[in-house]
């Protein structure tokens, strides 16, 4: 079956730590996006691409960064310079340009906490 | 720019049904519906591409004033399955194709 897998489902970064968030799909999807959620806030947009090679930032992209070496994956890392990163990442995908009846396919989660 | 949810919470009993909004401030080219269960993937539901447009999924429907830029989710006769938090995701004329923005969700509870 086709679809979008995030690991780790759980992690944890002590202080000044870089760490990487995996974003793999199998649906042949031209876009990927990076979502952080936090509660009562909805889903804001960290980075987007939406072909190999190309990314854009998003709302909030300070403190993250991102690449897109491979149509199948877009790692998130999440850098010392991101001051609050505790909250949970969501990743997606869609085709593009979007079609009538596509939305978009989201990741499980990767809950990330600061210790 | 962030779509406007109302309302925020809704509790209901089986069997009622309830409406959710989904206000913008900018001119809409598609509006998607999602539902997220606690902790959980936000699942698609459906995407609304025109004014007027009306689309129904088991006994969720959903409309798209193009004019008044807003949407409304309708669950009819709901089910305990419906419990989650549901968002709506914007596209709007002038942004960069594909990307939605989203909603900060309304939480509905059914209980039995």
């Known amino acids: 079956d086709g679809g979008i897998t995030q690991s780790p489902k759980y992690l944890f970064r002590k202080e000044g730590q870089n760490v990487t968030l995996s974003c793999e799909q199998n649906l042949n999807h031209d876009a990927m996006y990076w979502y952080r959620q936090d509660p009562g806030q909805g889903l804001r947009l960290i980075y987007y691409s939406q072909i190999v090679n190309d990314f854009q930032k998003g709302d909030i992209a300070e403190g993250y960064s991102v690449s897109r070496e491979k149509k199948e994956s877009f790692p998130l890392t999440v850098t010392s310079a991101q001051k609050n990163p505790t909250a949970f990442y969501l990743c997606a995908s869609s085709p593009h340009p979007p079609g009538r009846n596509h939305g978009y396919t989201f990741g499980s989660g990767t809950r990330l906490t600061v210790v | 720019q962030q779509p406007v949810q109302s309302p925020q919470a809704v509790i209901l009993r089986e069997g009622e049904d309830a409406v959710i909004n989904c206000s913008s401030s900018k001119a809409l080219y598609s509006v998607h519906w999602y539902r997220q269960k606690h902790g959980e993937a936000p699942i698609f539901l459906m995407i609304l591409l025109k004014g007027g447009e009306q689309k129904g999924h088991d006994k969720i429907s959903a409309s798209f004033n193009e004019k008044k830029q807003q949407s409304s989710l309708y669950l009819t006769a709901s089910q305990l399955s419906y419990s989650g938090t549901y968002f709506c995701?914007?596209?709007?004329?002038?942004?960069?194709?594909?990307?939605?923005?989203f909603g900060k969700g309304t939480k509905l509870s059914v209980k039995p």
């Open positions: 995701g914007t596209e709007n004329y002038g942004g960069s194709q594909g990307n939605l923005i």
